[in-house]
Structures are given as C-alpha cells and as structure tokens.
C-alpha cells in the first residue's frame, strides 16, 4: 500500500496501480478517454492531466498525465488545480474540433462517455467554425454500425480488438490528425467479440447495428440483471425493454465471471425473443385437427389436466436451457422416476462424468478471473472460441499474462501497455491444444496436435502418466506422440498454476477421463493448478446435478407403450435426435404438452401449447460451467404492452398443471416458493436459495428501480389501448419494481444491478462507480453462489485407455464440430446470428480429398444409414485422414463417432436438394464484401 495527496487530502491505495486507476477507484473523477480498466495506459489522449509535486514544498508542480505515473508513496497531485483543468479543456476543444454536433441523433446520446467528460471538463463552447474533415463509413456486418466522423483517435478500439482479443482484421489507416479506424476492405468484422466495440468505444464510432434497427435511448429502456442463456459460461448482462421487445443486450459487470466484456453470440443472440411467431396464448390441437386454438388459460389448463389425468403414466422431458424452478416443477409433475433431462445419452455421459470429475479430481474449478493467472494451459478436445468463447477470451490473456511478469521482473510497471508489449515481443506461457482441427486459440499454442477424439484421449492418458508414473501408462504409442506427452508434462509441472480444460464437445468420456487423470496427476503432486470442464448450454451443470434419465429412454417409454403421455419443457427434440426417432416416439402418445418460448417442430407436434416465458419475461436460476448457481431476472411484464398475450414462466404453468392435476384449486405461488421447493428437493441444489436477495430485500426502504430515473413515455407506450396509464405492474416474485420509482444510485448498490448509472457518468464506464476498486468486485458482492467443490481424498486413475484410431479404408469417422454462430439453439434463431454464421461444409483432409476425386467446393454425399445428406466440400490440411468435419446444428443425427461413407454427389443429388446453407464465393474465412476501400477526404 501507498499514501498519496490529492488535492490536501490523503488517501491509502495500492502502489502497484497508476495515479487514474487509484483516483477512480477512490471514487474520484479525473477525465480519460485512451485509458480503459481491462486495458492498461498508453497516454494517448492527454485528458487525464493533474499537477504533480515533487515534495511538500513544491508550489510550482508540474502536468502529468495520471494514468503514466505510478502512485508510488508519498505523491503529491492536485486535480483540481487550475492549470490542470485549463488543460484538460483545451484537450478537449482540440478533440471536438473534427467531431461533428450530432448528439441528438448519435445513438450513444446518453450514454456517451464523450459527453460524460465534455460536462466534467466545462467545455460549453465551440470556437472552431471552418470546415470539419469527414470520412466515408464501411460496412462492418450485420453486428456493428459504423460512424467514423465522429472519432477522437482514442486508438481504444483496436487496442481492445487486436491486443486484447486477438483480431486481425480491424486497423488504423493515415497520419497525424487524419486517421481512419476500419478493415483493409469492407466487410464484416471477423472476431468473436466485436460486439465489445460498442463499449469500448468512447463515442458513437461503433454502434450496435441490432439496436439501430429499433432504436430507443438508454434511459427510455427498462433493465434487469440477467444472465446469458446462449451457453454454459454464465456471463452477467443487462437486456433493455421498450415496448414489449428486448432492445439491445449489455454487458453487466462481474468481478469474477465476464467483468467487461462479452462475446458476440451472447450480446447479439437475444433476436429470438422478439419473434412474431412466438406461442403467446394457449393453443389446443386434437388428435384429428389440422389446425391450433387459441385457448384461454383456464380452458388450457382444464384440456391439459383432463388429459394426463386420463393417461395411466406421464413422462417429462426437461431441458438444459430452462431454469433450475422449472425442471423441478416439471419433475413434481411427472415424478422423479418418470423424469428425462430432455439431453441425448452420449452428452448425458459426459455430463455425468464431469460432475464426478469437478468433485474427485482435487483441481478446483477457477473463475474466468482466475483463468487469467494461470500460466501453463492444457485443451484437450475444445475449441474454446467457438464452444465457450469467453473462457477463450480468459485463456488468451492468461497466455499473454508473462508479459506482465516479464515486466514485473525488469522493474517496468505492468499497467504500461506499449512498454510492456515490447519488452515481451512474443514472450507467453506455454498453451497446447489438442483437437482434430486448428482452433481460435492455434496462434497462441506451443503446440497444436490434430488428432481425432480416441487420439487425443490417449495423448491425455501419456501425458498424465509422464506427470505421475503411478497413472496408468499408455501401450503402443508412437515416439513422436511420447515425446510431445513428455514435453507437455515438463511445463504444467514447472508452472506455478498449470490449469487443464476438457469439455464434451467431442462427446467423448474418453477424454474426460484422459483430462480427469491430468488433473489428479497435479493434485498428487501437489500442484495450485485449475479444471475447468466446458458444458454446451446455459443450465447443463444445472440439470446433470438435477438428475433424470437421457432422452433416449422417454421416447424408449413412449414407443414402448409404458407411457402414453409427454410433457415437454422449452426443448425442440428435433435438435437432440434423428427426426424419425423423435416422430416414432411422440406418434405413440396420446397427450403431448409442450411449454416453450419458440414455435419449433416440437410445438408442432404438441396436443397442447403453453407459452413460457423467455429469460426476458421470467426468473429463474442458472448453473454455470463453474458451478455458480446464478439468478436471472424478469425485464418486463409482457401483459402490460400486449394484454392479449398469455405468457408466463414454464414453472407458474407446471404448477398450475399440477394442481389441476390432483383436482386442487390453482394457488399462486412465488419465485421464492418454488426455489425452495428446488433446494430441498435436491440436496445438491440447496446453496441456490442464496443466489440472489430474496423477494422482501429492499435498500433503504426501496426496491431496486428497473427504470432509469429519467424514463418517460410511458402514457404514450400504451396510447392505443387506453389514454390512462394504468398502475405499474407488480412484481411480488423479487425485490425490483418495473418503474423508476425506487432505489437505482450507486451510493448503496445491491448485489443485483440492473443497470449501470452514477451522476455524471452514463457510459458503461460507470461501472467503476460500483465495484470496490477500479477492475475489482461490485461493492455488495459478486452475485452467484458456488455449488461445486472439489473434496479431499485418494484419487483413483482411469484405466479404460481406448485403441488408436485406425483409418479404414472407405469408411470415415464423423467429428461434429462446436460453433458460435449458428451452432445454438435459440440463438441461431436470431437474423444477425443467422447472417453471421458461417455457411456449412463437410470438412476432410487433403489426402482423402485427393482419394475421393474431389476439389474444394464440390458436393459429397454423407451417407450413414438410413440417412444421407449432402455438404459442400472443405479441405483443411491439417486434419487427420479418416476423420470427416460437419459443423454443429446441420442435422441432430449427425453424432461424433459415428462412421460414415463418403462420396461426390452428381448432378442430380445436387439440383434436388435442398442446402442448409449457400457455400461462400470465397473460401472460408474471406468473409469480404464488395465496397468502397476506407478513403479519408479533406
């Protein structure tokens, strides 16, 4: 710790920070534009200018810019001296110059970090009158809009999208005061997180296209905290409402999880809750119609009791994206023993054996904060950007993280970016990944093996034997292979915290044991390091700690005549399953009751649609990969804009049903009720009473406020339905209110912020005004209570070592590979996702390519029985011969493992079909458009 002065007044902070990050996390305001929290100092905007003293006698001082010094002990500044501010104006005037007066139209208007520092600077006059330079914009995909008149040369965008993230395709273009932020060409931006661009950016540069298309200003919108529904990471956001439609999503800070920043699936995925074709009433179709009802929520209710009332055994099928209150609701339904988790066998498999992994192996599960000070990382089987890209963001700073310590070494302070940068040059900590295909991550790797999945498993068990030889040793493996196993094993056993990551991406149990031995051969040598276990959706580790049998089984019951009844909750079994399985089963069922927030094919199949909630309309909790149980929150009530809507949460009907059911009259019941209901039933499950403030939680008094204090319209939002506004709805389920009326400063925050605002900070950079230190934890808590933890004990290793993958000739082995963009449910149902995603290929090797005949782009036939479906034709040298790549979401019978057969479709296979997708004109990763180069005009 230091002491410094500022302004007469001292202050005990952290030595090893810079005077801007100590002054913020005092909560002192000093203005900056180039200085980011997640991004270290470059100095490059001179905004954050205070005078410097050399010793208590000095009156003169000097001009420093704050986020360059160090606040060593015993330093003297002044912020609010008047030559500093002078200063700091003129800076100001001098970035205004070429920035345009558009305020009132720019969509960052009110949430302008600009604007913030304008107001905080004085700058209240324009003085330059003569004419501005102008640039031309570029299309940048359907994610990102761009406005380069209005840049201040910040270089924070690229800071963030190339050093910190890893693109490549975003520069600066020009010199001196004519610089241009943009691609080579037009086209759209190829990184994963791109979406970031929209906060990173001081001003109205890079804006969210999705927003542009309904745009409403940020304090128009209504917020809640709620967490990402697009995979298993967990990420905290904050989704904004205007009339009944979520309108864009932001990034809510989280110390330990996502804190800044969010990949672009997360941010931009969220399309799918404002679908015209959603289910929003009640709709019953009999055995003999061709067409729905619309029902009432009585009539519903009566038609659904009365029909598994008559049926003499009722099967439930859950889901991994429904929230913990609803399977178990579904589950007290149905019973435990005729309870499905709704997940095929093989991802059940492997669920299962991660939670005995995450408990047995002695490795703790890190947080995504934690990840980044790792300094040895082992993948096996994942591909991190495309199956959890935010873990990836994680593990790519962790690999970069021996910059800093070469830094701290040489006595250059770590916050000094563009020093520290050049010390490192190429300076990381050793990464390997083994995978059948080059991954997000390949540029960073020490090593990249390609190999297919029972490969990799064996790599795994070598390279736990070579850190343990009392782990099982692996027959028959080649010398090139037993020497990478060595080298592998020699670097997790020199770091100080080795971290190992596996997932079931690959659906292989193989590697999760060959991961399981890695990680108990540190543990008994008694090495700090980390396992992380990657999950696919938002609540797998959720429902694998809930229990129940694999979807196979209900259809099992179902065609076996042991049930004649299904429920169906928020899962399209079309995407699990081959269609004609799924068909077979549901064909045998007399009742079929389907709850979800998406008209899929499996609602239409359903006797009986219900329409739940989506994470905009509902509560409920979440288990991340972590093992965090997280609470999500309901955005808006759809009732109070669409009368006519019937939406609830899956949990209200299922309760509702259940009572029917028993011939009980329907009671309400609360979020609070049911999450009880959840903890006691599943012992496993009981921390999750403490993920959240329960209803009667209040600040001062108040609730927490879901409105910004200056809302408005709201007469006007329900004008064509009535000139008076009704009272606001109530929420007796949590402790936030749907108004502006309550508590939303920052002086008292709760642990669950819906949105981010303090006095005279309205840009995302208000955040800094709720944690505890400028990049730290939010001052009342990081929400999200830890569920799993590993325990103490003798570590037994996996024997079950597979054989070695053998070519066979004619025959290739089929590898389904996770990807961002159109490889998740909910999300792929979103326009801009559907646009971003990259068109669908089969995917082999140069030499099978060559044994097939066959160029890129032709047409193959992939061929198991009885099924059949056609691709264009992708050569990846790298890959491994025998084995055939199809991206995720291309047909649910497509399963890793399976052996297929390959060949060049004619001429009439490919007229007759019917492509999921069309093949780019360019290969894959030339994702350009035609269009204008990036021109800066006088």
Known sequence: MATIHVDGQSYQVDGADNLLHACLSLGLDIPYFCWHP???????????????????????????????????????????????????????????????????????GGHCHLQDMTVMTGHDRRRYRFRKRTHRNQYLGPFIAHEMNRCITCYRCVRFYNDYAGGTDLGAFGANDNIYFGRYREGTLESEFSGNLTEVCPTGVFTDQTHSD?????????????????????????????????????????????????????????????????????????????????????????????????????????????????????????????????????????????????????????????VEHHDAVLVLGEDLIQSAARLGLSVRRAVLGRREVL?????????NAEAVKTLAQDGRFPLFIAYPRNTGLASLASASPKCAPDDIARLGFAIAHAIDPAAPAVTGLDESTQRQAECIAAALLAANKPLVISGGSLGSTAILDATGNVARALARRAKPGGLVLVRREANSTGLGLMGGQPLEWALEELTSNRADAVVILENDLYQRLPAEEVDYGLRQARAIVVLDHQRTRTVARAHLVLPAASFAEGDGTLVSLEGRAQRFFQVFEPTYIRPETNIHESWRWLHALRAGLMRQKVTEISLDEVTDACAGAHPVLAGIVAAAPRADFRIAGNRLAREPHRYSGRT????????????????????????????????????????????????????????DEVGGHLRAGDPGV?????????????????????VRPGEWQLAVMPRLFGGEETSSRAAPIAERAAPSFVTVSAADAGQLGASEGDWLTIAWSPHSCLLPLQIDPALPSGLVCVPAGVDAALVTGKTVTLSVADAGQISSHNPPDTPPDNPPGNNDRPGPEPEVRP
Request: glycine share 8%; aromatic share 10%; net charge negative.
């Open 407 to 415: 830094a701290t070494e040489r006595g250059v302070a770590p916050w």
């Open 786 to 806: 830890r569920l799993l933890h590993p325990r103490a004990g003798v570590y037994q290793y996996a024997n079950n070592i597979p054989a070695p993958f053998q």
């Open 716 to 771: 006007s939002m329900r004008a064509h339905l009535n000139v008076n506004e009704p009272r606001s709805p109530q929420d007796p389920d949590t402790f936030l209110s749907f108004s502006m009326e309550g508590y939303n400063g920052y002086e008292r925050p709760g642990p669950q912020v819906p949105f981010a605002w303090a006095p005279g900070w309205n840009s995302p950079q208000a955040w800094n005004k709720f944690t």
């Open 38 to 108: 997640a991004m270290s100092s470059v100095g490059a905007c001179r905004q954050c200018a205070v005078k410097k003293f050399k010793d208590a006698d000095d009156t003169r001082g000097a001009l420093v810019m704050s986020c360059m010094v160090s606040a060593t002990d015993d330093t003297r500044i002044a912020i609010d001296d008047d030559e500093a501010r002078e200063f700091r104006a003129s800076v100001i005037e001098w970035l205004m110059i070429p920035h345009p007066h558009d305020c009132p139209v720019c969509e960052e």
């Open 214 to 370: 309904h745009y409403t200003r940020k304090w128009d919108m209504q917020f809640a905290p709620s967490i990402c529904h697009q995979c298993a990471v967990g990420c905290n956001i904050s989704p904004g409402e205007r009339y009944g439609d979520i309108r864009r999503i932001e990034n809510r800070y989280h110390g330990e999880v996502n804190r800044y920043f969010l990949c672009d699936r997360g941010r931009f995925g969220y399309g799918y809750t404002n679908r015209d074709d959603r289910p929003r009433q009640p709709e019953w179709r009999g055995a003999s119609d061709d067409h729905s009802v619309v029902m009432s929520v009585d009539g519903a209710l009566d038609r659904g009791s009365d029909a598994l009332r008559d049926a003499f055994r009722v099967i439930g099928i859950g889901s991994p994206r429904a929230s913990l209150e609803s399977n178990h609701q579904l589950m007290a339904l149905v019973g435990e023993d005729n309870f499905s988790t709704g997940i095929a066998a093989t991802e059940q498999a492997c669920l299962e054996r991660m939670d005995e992994l995450t408990r047995t192996c002695g490795l703790p599960t890190p947080t995504l904060r934690e």
